[in-house]
């Protein structure tokens, strides 16, 4: 890569204190960056801002990003996460400069911890987490020591090393940094860096019956992979102190004992990095916690992590959204300290955009209505053609069979119009999209009194080429042919909740109890046999209904299934 010039880089206050860093020298001029997920879940749209925000700051100044997984709790952690996440990147456009994992530093923060041990910064604690808690204090209440802070070094260094040979069971003793009981920042209470786990690891397997706390691998992590900024979310401003506490007693860089395990983990020079926070991203109808994405799924209220109607990646790329949408929406929502919702409506505008741009056109009806032209022979059948794209003539041409019966949408006829209604009704007019203008002439009925068909004229004058061919008539509307249309599963998703912060439980109520029923419904539909071909994961613009993907799972030609990625016009706007 070649040096970007700061000054052309978009402008937000991150980018603003990298600049300024550049120009004082600091880390010799480097960015180097990473994106750090804990594998315990699937990536959602938060995590997006996250990931656009720490590889475009490493681009935007020739620089590096990692991608590092925090799995330092393996309890709860999968390698199907492992896999999800890499994917979700590599979809959403991004590619890191090297993949690392916490566990692979495991040597490093075990010698990380003695060094704090000699120093006397840190001790072997023996309260349970009851008692962690009950000595800790309050917000307005300093807390207490712990009976054994003031074990001496070498009691320690015996104590934690019988720790990490296994000799004591889970929950039995942990391993806390002595900084003061009394600070008004709670994260600087003597809190763990390591507590007894005897859980099998998906890297380790059975070696480690101790894992270090986030905060202790978080900042030791950045450390020794040479990061320059370490970007996190606002709720990690509290543990600032405790990040350059620990590196600061620490002195990464000059550690003698860590070349060697640095050397043998692939890493080179370590740094000083610094930590800087940003609001992070939030969505109305949506809920971005871990927990309850995980309830969803378990619970059955979904169909998955990569339901449509999640916010996860996996999700939205099911759904049809285009990660180039997703991009633009977190560069246009900018990067602050101020936490705010942003209308789930604004990323879908960026959906529409980008797809607008990018999708073909089709023909499909959704709710499929028969129309005859009586004036045409039973076997009448043509090839009509039309673009692919009304305004991108290098998407080329496709040909759409016509024949006397077609399906129409449903609400395309009325029988008793509404005010303003400008398509089919007795005895009107309408023009067929691509064909000419038809004449309703007779309603035919089930036994129910339903409509089963309507009979039409086509006025072969106005067909295309023909002199009447520009006679003007209020409504266009689309078909497909009923002879050769295909079948295919259309699946119409909406908002996953039916009010705008789930999460609000003055009510009473909790998130739960706010789940739409209606957010997903299954149609079948009749597409024109283009349509049909559509590759998995393309997405078309089905004429006047919206933007639909073909499913990237169930998908078929035999059999297609699409979801529909937006309508073609916000329908929450309104209401």
Not at 217 to 226: L, M, N, R, T
Not at 369 to 379: D, G, P, Q, S, Y
Not at 531 to 549: D, I, S
């Amino acid at each position: 890569m070649t040096d970007a010039a700061p000054a052309a880089a978009p402008g937000n206050f991150i980018r603003q204190i990298v600049i300024a860093d550049r120009a004082a020298g600091k880390h010799d001029g480097r960015v180097k960056t990473r994106f750090p997920p804990e594998p315990n879940g699937y990536l959602h749209l938060g995590h997006a801002k996250s990931i656009c925000l720490n590889f475009g700051i490493a681009a935007d100044f020739a620089g590096t990003c990692n991608l590092r997984f925090d799995d330092t709790n393996p309890a709860k952690e999968d390698i199907e996460y492992v896999d999800a996440i890499k994917a979700d990147l590599h979809w959403l456009g991004f590619e890191w400069d090297s993949l690392h994992h916490a566990s692979d530093y495991f040597e490093i923060l075990y010698l990380c911890a003695e060094k704090l041990i000699r120093d006397g910064k840190a001790f072997v604690c023996d309260l349970s987490a009851d008692e962690v808690r009950e000595y800790r204090g309050t917000l307005t209440e300093p807390g207490r020591n712990s009976p054994w802070r003031e074990r001496g070094v070498e009691e320690n260094l015996d104590l934690f090393r019988r720790m990490r040979a296994g000799e004591f069971a889970d929950g039995a003793r942990t391993l806390r940094a002595k900084i003061d009981m009394a600070s008004g920042n709670i994260n600087l209470r003597d809190p763990a860096l390591y507590r007894i786990r005897k859980v099998s690891h998906q890297n380790t397997g059975d070696a480690w019956p101790i894992y270090p706390m986030y905060d202790y691998a978080h900042c030791v992590s950045d450390a020794v992979e040479g990061i320059t900024h370490s970007l996190c979310t606002l709720e990690f401003e509290d543990h600032r102190p405790l990040y350059d506490w620990c590196l600061d007693q620490l002195d990464v860089p000059n550690m003698p004992e860590l070349v060697e395990p640095m050397r043998r983990a692939g890493l080179t020079a370590a740094s000083r990095p610094q930590q800087i926070e940003f609001a992070r991203g939030n969505l109305d109808y949506t809920v971005m916690s871990k927990r309850k994405l995980m309830a969803l799924v378990s619970e059955r209220l979904v169909d998955g992590w990569d339901d449509p109607r999640m916010p996860t990646l996996a999700g939205v790329r099911r759904r049809g959204f285009p990660p180039a949408a997703i991009r633009a929406f977190w560069e246009r929502a900018g990067v602050t300290k101020q936490n705010s919702v942003i209308e789930f409506s604004v990323l879908e505008g960026c959906v529409r955009e980008v797809l607008d741009a990018s999708a073909p056109r089709r023909m499909a009806v959704l709710d499929p209505l028969r129309l005859v032209i009586t004036n045409l022979e039973a076997a009448h059948e043509e090839s009509i053609e039309f673009p692919n794209h009304p305004k991108n003539a290098e998407l080329g041409t496709r040909k759409a069979p016509f024949s006397r019966e077609l399906w129409i949408e449903r609400d395309d006829f009325f029988e008793v119009p509404p005010k303003g209604f400008h398509r089919l009704v007795p005895g009107g007019e309408v023009r067929l999209r691509g064909v000419g203008i038809v004449r309703c002439n007779e309603v035919v009925k089930n036994a129910d009194g339903s409509i089963a068909r309507v009979d039409c004229t086509l006025d072969p004058d106005t067909r295309t080429g023909m002199t009447g061919a520009d006679r003007k008539v209020k409504g266009t509307i689309h078909w497909v042919s009923a002879r050769h249309a295909v079948a295919a599963e259309v699946r119409l998703y909406e908002r996953l909740f039916t009010c705008a912060d789930p999460d609000d439980t003055s009510d009473g109520k909790t998130y739960a109890d706010h789940i739409n029923r209606d957010s997903k419904r299954v149609v079948q539909a009749w597409v024109e046999p283009v349509a049909a071909t559509t590759q998995r994961e393309h997405v078309v613009q089905f004429e006047r209904l919206g933007y639909f993907v073909a499913d990237r799972h169930d998908h078929a030609e035999a059999k297609p299934v699409f979801n529909r990625a937006a309508t073609l016009r916000d329908s929450y706007a309104k209401a």
